[in-house]
């Protein structure tokens, strides 16, 4: 039998504030270090998978690439991480939609329209989902696509023909040569049928003109009516009285006297049948008319009248030489 006095009540040591303190502590580190942790196996995505529409396509067709699946919700990812290499695919269209999931999921599908610009195998890397702190949550296949450089059923042209070139316009020389021609040919049809006209009512007599003389005198007494030596019109009247012989003596003398100069006019006299004073005499009334006319020289009163007179004296004078002889009449 056990004896009072061998009775003890041993008492359970009660931790002390300390103690609880580093329970506490230790508690709240192993929580931090299981909400940091990389996803486990039991964690993993569901579905995460890349696929094509089409493992064969044409250059320049659109290739429809969708990446995409579900997760635990307390995943954080930031972004969709895909590498392909931009001189070998184009994209040229991109999008996403969330997808409906079981409770504690999330889903999401990424849809990438490509272009392949040159044929042969086309190689599209795995699509990866990246967390907050840059770690690959998951990763879909590397898939392979064929391209070719035929066109497929589904983008088939129709080919039509080429239509044939058209003609360059050109100039229209044979046009315009036509035209010249038939021109010419109306000319000398109008010009033989005036001819032939002419002819049918009878050559149109011509007036014989006056005799050089006669023509002479016509024109002097014409410039006297107009008085313009009265009027105080002295030099208009020597040039026109000038012009009045020069014609007569162009005309008798077959020579350019309107337009010659006063010495081309003294070397012609010498051809005439002018005597020498008779030559002295015209050669002294060009001088007077020409210092009148060109060096401004005023006339006395009465030089008008006596050039007319000289210049009708040299008129009667050839008028007299131009004469032909009498013949003596035979007994």
Avoid: N
């Avoid at 999401?108 to 702190?133: F, K, M, S």
């Avoid at 035929?150 to 044939?164: E, G, K």
Wanted: glycine residues 6%; proline residues 9%; aromatic residues 6%.
């Amino acid at each position: 039998m056990m004896s009072k006095s061998d009775t003890r009540v041993t008492a359970a040591p009660v931790p002390g504030r300390g103690t609880r303190r580093r329970l506490l502590a230790a508690t709240l580190l192993l929580a931090a270090v299981t909400a940091c942790a990389p996803p486990g196996e039991d964690e993993a995505a569901e579905s995460w998978q890349a696929a094509a529409a089409t493992d064969s396509l044409g250059v320049g067709d659109r290739l429809r690439l969708e990446i995409g699946g579900r997760w635990p919700g307390t995943w954080e990812p930031t972004h969709l991480a895909w590498g392909a290499d931009p001189d070998s695919v184009f994209i040229v269209a991109r999008d996403s939609t969330a997808i409906p999931t079981a409770a504690g999921l999330t889903g999401r599908r990424y849809r990438l329209d490509l272009i392949a610009p040159r044929p042969g195998p086309l190689q599209l890397p795995p699509a990866a989902l990246v967390g907050a702190h840059g770690e690959t949550l998951a990763l879909s296949d590397p898939l392979r696509v064929q391209v070719t450089t035929h066109l497929p059923d589904s983008a088939a042209l129709v080919l039509q023909p080429l239509a044939p070139l058209a003609a360059l316009p050109r100039f229209p020389w044979v046009a315009v040569i036509a035209a010249v021609v038939i021109v010419l040919v109306a000319g000398v049809v109008l010009l033989l049928w005036l001819r032939a006209r002419r002819r049918r009512q009878g050559a149109v007599p011509e007036i014989p003109a006056a005799p050089a003389d006669v023509e002479f005198r016509e024109s002097l007494r014409r410039l006297l009516a107009r008085g313009l030596a009265e009027r105080g019109e002295v030099r208009g009247f020597v040039q026109e009285l000038s012009w009045v012989l020069r014609r007569y003596l162009g005309r008798r003398w077959e020579r350019p006297a309107l337009e010659a100069t006063r010495p081309e006019i003294v070397r012609w006299l010498p051809a005439t049948r002018l005597c020498v004073r008779d030559q002295g005499e015209l050669a002294s009334w060009l001088e007077a008319t020409d210092r009148i006319k060109f060096a401004g020289e005023t006339p006395l009163s009465g030089q008008t009248e006596e050039l007319v007179a000289r210049a009708e004296a040299i008129v009667a004078r050839t008028e007299t030489l131009l004469e032909p002889a009498p013949t003596e009449e035979q007994p």
